[in-house]
Antibody, heavy 120, light 107 residues
Framework: EVQLVESGGGLVQPGGSLRLSCAAS????????MHWVRQAPGKGLVWVSR????????SYADSVKGRFTISRDNAKNTLYLQMNSLRAEDTAVYYC?????????????WGQGTLVTVSS | AIRMTQSPSSLSASTGDRVTITCRAS??????LAWYQQKPGKAPKLLIY???TLQSGVPSRFSGSGSGTDFTLTISCLQSEDFATYYC?????????FGQGTKLEIK
């Protein structure tokens, strides 16, 4: 059974940093592209970032470019999102999602999400 | 970035109704479009990919169509469990944008 479990969320002050993790199981993690998607309270889904299967290629939404870094450790079956210079508008539930088939892949499995709150 | 615009933003309907949600891309995306359903407090669930292919396990009352810039999600006979928010997403570009969502409510 495919499972994605996010962790690392919490309360952080504006300007602070946080690293989210997404532990994957039930599939060959190293073969799949992965995404981070977020959802502010009461708002819609916003794509944040994606990484290819070996970690050599990444892309970001303009709103997080230069502040967030996506990475992965295929030996540990874990996806990461390093978030720096956090702002109040980064407050959201962050989901990791598996891309079904690489570059042109839809998100077929999602984690349950982890809440990040940026507030003083 | 490619902008995805859904309409309507909200929709009231009754059990048994047929409803259609539209998603328009700001530029052509071929058939690289997915539809997701989300219920409150839950992760999104994949319904349709490649604009019209039903994900395994999704009821056949859900269907999708379109290509290029205009797409639709149709639910042929609403069931109580279908009242949720629906999102389209393009995966044509490296910035995988979502529509703003359509909230389907009980009339």
């Amino acid at each position: 059974e495919v499972q994605l479990v996010e962790s690392g969320g919490g309360l952080v002050q504006p300007g602070g940093s946080l690293r989210l993790s997404c532990a994957a199981s039930g599939f060959t993690f190293s073969s799949y592209w992965m995404h981070w998607v977020r959802q502010a309270p009461g708002k819609g889904l916003v794509w944040v970032s994606r990484i290819n299967s070996d970690g050599s290629s990444t892309s970001y939404a303009d709103s997080v470019k230069g502040r967030f870094t996506i990475s992965r450790d295929n030996a540990k079956n874990t996806l990461y999102l390093q978030m720096n210079s956090l702002r109040a508008e980064d407050t959201a539930v962050y989901y990791c999602a598996r891309s079904s088939s690489g570059r042109y892949g839809w998100s077929d499995y999602w984690g349950q999400g982890t809440l990040v709150t940026v507030s003083s | 970035a490619i902008r995805m615009t859904q309409s309507p933003s909200s929709l009231s309907a009754s059990t048994g109704d047929r409803v259609t949600i539209t998603c328009r891309a700001s530029q052509g995306i071929s058939s690289y479009l997915a539809w997701y359903q989300q219920k409150p407090g839950k992760a999104p669930k994949l319904l349709i990919y490649a604009a019209s292919t039903l994900q395994s396990g999704v009821p056949s009352r859900f269907s999708g169509s379109g290509s290029g810039t205009d797409f639709t999600l149709t639910i042929s006979c609403l069931q109580s469990e279908d009242f949720a928010t629906y999102y389209c997403q393009q995966y044509y570009s490296y910035v995988y944008t979502f529509g703003q969502g359509t909230k389907l409510e009980i009339k």
